[in-house]
C-alpha cells in the first residue's frame, strides 16, 4: 500500500525520514513484543482517476516515521532483536538495495515474518480535511520527535512558503550549500528573501539595513503575502539563477578553501551573499561576484570566532557589503 497511490505518505508538510537507525529498530522490536504504538492519523480523500472512476485515498497526517520504519523492516533494510539481541532480518539487502545472500544475515523463519505481516495499527481517519485543518491536525499531533521551527514554517501554507518550496526544487545546488537537514533549507530561503526587500528598502533610521533572517522576522515576512509582487518574484528568481551560475562556474569558491574556523558554508553566508548577488548583479560580471564573494567568506572568519545566524554577525556582513 505505501508504494501504491492509495497511501499519500509525503504531503508537502511531512518531514524528511527523521528518525535514527536505533529508533526504528526499536519500533520493530515493540511490535514484536505487541507493546502498545500510537495510532496512525490519515485524512480520507478522494481522486479522480484516469479511468473517470472516483477512487478513495488516505493522506497520511501522522504516523510517517513509524510506516516508514515498518517499511524499512519488511524491505530489509533494518532488522529486529531476538532476546538475546541477536539481529535478525525479513530479508538481508546490500547498500544497493539488492537482496543479499542467506548467508550473510540472519533471517526470520518464515512463520515469524507472516505473523509481523498480519499484525495491525490502530488508525484515526478524518474525511475530507482542508489543508489548512491537515496542516493544524500534523502541528498539534507531532508524538515522535517534536518539528524544529523550520519544519513548524514549512508545515504552513502561503505564497511565501509556495515560493520557497519552488526555489527548494529548482536552485538544489545553492541551497546545499549550507545546512538544510530538517527544512533548514527552506528556513534559509526564506531568510534569503526577507534580507534581500531589506537591503532594497531598509526599515532603520539611519539607512542601515537591519537583520532580517530571525525567526520572528520570517514569521513576518510570511504573513504579509502582498510583498510577494511579480517584480519581487522576478528579482528573487534573477538573484537565485545568478547564485546557481557561480556555484557552476566555481565551487570551489563556496567549499571550505581550508578555513582555520568555520570550515562549512554556513547558512549567514548563504544570505550575506544572496544579498551581495542582489545588490550587484547588474553592475557586476561572474568573475567580479565570484572574487567579492570570496573576499567577504575571507574577511567573515577574519573578524568572527564563529559565523552564526544573527544580528551581530550581520552587522560584519553589511560593513563588507556596504564597501562595494
Known sequence: LLNSRDI???????????WPHPRM???IDSLMENFFVPPVIFNLKERVDEDGCKRPYRVCVDGK??????????????????KNGKTYFTQKTDEHGNIAKPARARILPPYIREQFSRKYLVCYEFLNLEAAQEEDCFARVQLGVPLTTAEKSRAKTGPWQECAKRFEDEFVEVIGLADCKRSRGFNNLLG??????EVQNPSKPDGQPAFRASTSSINTLTQNPNLLTPEVKSHLVSV???FRDLVAMDAQVFESSNYATTKAFAPVELVACSALISMNQTNRDISLLLEEIKTMR???????????????????????LATL
Open 8 to 18: 499519500q505518505l509525503n504531503p508537502q508538510y511531512q518531514r524528511d525520514v527523521v
Open 25 to 27: 529498530v526499536g519500533l
Open 65 to 82: 516515521q513509524r510506516l516508514s520504519s515498518i517499511q524499512a523492516f519488511m524491505e530489509g533494510r533494518i532488522g529486529c532483536h531476538d
Open 192 to 197: 534569503c528573501f526577507a534580507q534581500i526587500l
Open 240 to 242: 537565485f539563477r545568478t
Open 298 to 320: 575571507q574577511t567573515l572568519r577574519e573578524q568572527l570566532a564563529d559565523l552564526r545566524l544573527n544580528g551581530a554577525t550581520w552587522k560584519v556582513v553589511w560593513r563588507f
